[in-house]
């Protein structure tokens, strides 16, 4: 929690950062609802809670300060200031900021309540961009912060009255049984269980020199002080070097797997990690927490316009540890694109077909699911209904894994990410070690003459920045070849500090945007106050529980013609990310959406982008949507605003600004059909949030001609040889479904040239 002045914000920008949040979220006396006489304790409670009450200003104060990196940042600032003053609130709010005493003219603060949200809900809709993105913003992170907050029971005011659990019930016992026995000794097997497989294989740089340099010679790793005299970088002297064969910056679905291979091959492998290892009973499984610790930018990763929000992953593991399990192969019509329009072979070859296979095989892919969640149940229900093609979703977690928190980390390593697989090869065989918490800041790489006399430039290992005890200090690993696979938000920023000038670099960025629709079921039949036994889902199902995607449509995914269309999907939204992605009409529209959380199913429509955008690093990052991906998403959303109906919701909408809403049972067919066609022929530069993503890919993108790519078919780069890349980001297009099964098989495929290089060089 930040200190009452927030941190780098001044009293004054406090002044109008808690007023703003009060907006967003107001204190509500329920004696004044027509409804009250009905109404949960619980809900009056939330309703009389304002954010300032529940302490949001100073979190978000603490955030803007220490935790969001944006180049808009600043402007918000800046917009926070000029509302603390009278002739800056008038140039932001307009006629409706004055009072009618003189001075006339006041600043946003002292603005009726009432004025103050009608302020904010013109800046929703307004034609000057600015504003609008300042509406986006505060809208964002007030709800975020206000619904993922929690106090010293982990508890928070809202979510008693919205039917949140917080952490998962099993989980909690797995937490309290911990406490309870933690001065017992336990058995490899028992610890395992406890802190999760690669506990023993973790290091982490914040202890003694002489404690850590043990731990690496154990581990068969040699450790050296720097010749003063030889600098590996124009501006950095490391103050130790450590010796491997390979050394892989990342440890998600593409570095995890490689570092996996090298090291069964025998190769002494150091994985370099930005992110904090976190398994079993060390995960929080809170949203608020999960999103800081787990995620890269803390969750809050935007573009540069704030025309998208990027989830990625950026703890060990990486993205297979916080994703929703689905594991997809490579669509047919996919690797057909990149074996002819490419001419990569690899990619219609049995090497990569039995890369497939083996990549499945280790996460345990299989397609059966013994009780779906309740979003799913919705999705298939609607689709059936609609005589709409549905098809299992193949998962990396067995047929009873009912569990609705897998985005934050498996509680029992039931998901089978590159966590609970291939790293688990790594340290089980004794020639690997995964570094946490440390960032690469650069690969380094010196000029050598190769077997044919020619000068080449050669990767010779990374430089690493970590800090201890306030200090920060630089290491270097150095090794016979380097992998990068940062992921594709990432990886670009890295080859360029490394001094790469190819000019491919971070272009072709595809996202997969996704557009939402959602429905309420409610847990009642409207009748009486008695949950009712005919209510489908049934009355005890909640929207957060179940296995987070466990079905699809390909009703409009047109693999067969263009190739370029959508699926439709279930997302993993907990309170803060539902809050976010809801429109916000008023303060009391808010909340009483908020109150129908637990039951209200969200599906979404992912297109296939032909758009494109530039990571020059995760933090300035540009994105343009096709008008052809535009047309796909209208038609996705027009078809999960049927399934939503069909499927029985009581109410459905989607997540335009307007935040229309239609009463499905009380409608006519035309009344509808009317509101389909509306709501899903809409720009989406009027949707109340940016689009959202949870996938990168295509930054680095893999080709034949170096002038169009950045890594060559085996995984290269070209412009420095032993550097691999071995993520998403050498997709040479958007890949149109889940991408963890493709990235892994690529990245299988690179490890065996990585093997070959070593096996020239040891013959060498």
């Known amino acids: 929690m930040a200190n009452q002045n927030g941190g780098t914000l001044s009293f004054s920008q406090m002044d109008s950062l808690s007023a703003i949040c009060d907006t967003f979220l107001p204190s509500i006396d329920a004696n004044s609802l027509h409804y009250e006489k009905n109404m949960d304790d619980n809900v009056i409670k939330f309703l009389h809670t304002s954010a300032s009450m529940n302490g949001t200003p100073q979190h978000l104060a603490w955030m803007m300060s220490e935790r969001i990196q944006h180049p808009k940042l600043n402007l918000c600032k800046l917009a926070l200031w000029l509302l603390s003053t009278r002739i800056g609130t008038l140039i932001l709010c307009g006629k409706a900021s004055l009072s009618s005493q003189f001075p006339y003219l006041q600043n946003f603060s002292r603005v009726s309540p009432n004025k103050r949200e009608e302020i904010v809900q013109s800046w929703s809709c307004s034609n000057i961009k600015l504003i609008k993105l300042l509406f986006v913003a505060l809208k964002v992170l007030t709800l975020l912060v206000f619904f993922t907050q929690v106090d010293e029971k982990n508890q928070n005011p809202s979510w008693k009255a919205i039917g949140y659990c917080g952490q998962d019930p099993e989980f909690k016992k797995q937490k309290e049984e911990k406490l309870n026995s933690k001065h017992e000794k336990f058995s490899d097997k028992e610890e395992e269980q406890l802190y999760g497989p690669l506990y023993k294989g973790i290091i982490t740089l914040k202890q003694p020199k002489k404690a850590l340099f043990n731990k690496l010679q154990k581990l068969g790793f040699s450790i050296s002080r720097p010749n003063l005299k030889k600098r590996y970088s124009s501006s950095i002297c490391p103050s130790f070097i450590i010796e491997c064969d390979a050394v892989v910056v990342g440890s998600g679905s593409g570095g995890g797997v490689i570092a996996g291979v090298l090291a069964k091959a025998g190769h002494k492998v150091l994985v370099l990690e930005k992110g904090s290892y ?8 809170l949203e608020g927490s999960s999103m800081d610790q787990m995620f890269l930018g803390h969750g809050l990763v935007i573009t540069k316009d704030m025309n998208a929000l990027l989830l990625a992953g950026s703890t060990v593991g990486g993205g297979s540890t916080i994703n929703w399990s689905a594991s997809i192969d490579t669509p047919s019509h996919v690797l057909k694109d990149w074996s002819n329009i490419y001419e990569l072979e690899m990619f219609q070859s049995e090497f990569y077909k039995e890369a497939l296979s083996i990549v499945r095989e280790k996460m345990g892919v299989q397609d059966r699911v013994d009780e779906e969640g309740f979003q799913n149940m919705i999705l298939r229900k609607g689709c059936e209904e609609l005589g709409y093609p549905l098809e299992n979703i193949p998962r990396n977690a067995p047929p009873n894994h009912y569990c609705g928190w897998c985005n934050m980390g498996c509680k029992d390593g039931s998901k089978k990410g590159t966590n609970e697989t291939y790293l688990v090869d790594l340290v089980k065989s004794s020639n690997g070690a995964i570094i946490q918490e440390c960032e690469a800041l650069e690969v380094i790489h010196e000029q050598q003459i190769n077997y044919e006399k020619c000068t080449t430039s050669k990767a010779i290992g990374v430089t690493c920045e970590f800090q201890y005890e306030g200090v920060k200090e630089i290491f270097m690993v150095k090794s016979k070849v380097t992998i990068v696979a940062c992921g594709a938000l990432s990886t670009p920023s890295l080859l360029k500090k490394s001094g790469l000038k190819n000019p491919k670099i971070g272009k072709n960025l595809h996202i997969h945007p996704v557009v939402c629709a959602w429905g309420h079921f409610p847990d009642k039949d409207g009748t009486d106050s008695v949950k009712n036994s005919q209510v489908w889902p049934e009355p005890d199902k909640k929207s957060y529980e179940g296995g987070i995607m ?55 429509a992912l297109a296939r982008d032909k758009g494109s955008g530039e990571a020059v690093s995760p933090y300035s990052i540009s994105y343009k949507m096709d008008p052809i991906d535009e047309e796909n998403l209208k038609v996705g959303l027009e078809k999960l605003l049927r399934i939503l109906a069909a499927a029985g919701a009581e109410e459905i909408g989607t997540h335009h600004t307007t935040g229309r809403t239609l009463k499905v049972k009380e409608s006519s067919v035309d009344e509808f059909e009317c509101f389909v066609k509306e709501e899903s022929s809409r720009e989406f530069k009027n949707l109340s949030i940016p689009i959202c993503s949870a996938h990168q890919m295509g930054s680095c993108r893999m080709g034949i001609d170096p002038k169009m790519s950045v890594v060559n078919p085996k995984g290269e780069t070209w412009e420095i040889e032993d550097l691999f890349i071995g993520d998403t980001s050498v997709f040479p297009t ?24 070593l096996k020239a060089k040891k013959m060498n």
Not at 278 to 285: E, F, G, I, M, V
Not at 590 to 596: D, F, H, Q, S, V
């Open 550 to 604: 466990s079905v699809m449509s390909k009703v409009v995914a047109n693999s067969e013609e263009s190739g370029y269309g959508t699926v439709i999907q279930t997302p993993a939204l907990h309170p803060g990310m539902f809050s976010l992605v809801m429109p916000w009409i008023s303060g009391l529209d808010i909340k009483m959406r908020m109150c129908k959380f637990s039951r209200t199913a969200h599906i979404f």
């Open 278 to 285: 976190l398994a079993r009973t060390n995960l929080s499984l």
């Open 734 to 757: 958007a890949l149109g479904v889940n991408p963890m099964v493709t990235v892994q098989a690529i990245a299988y495929c690179i490890a065996q040239n990585v093997l070959q290089v």
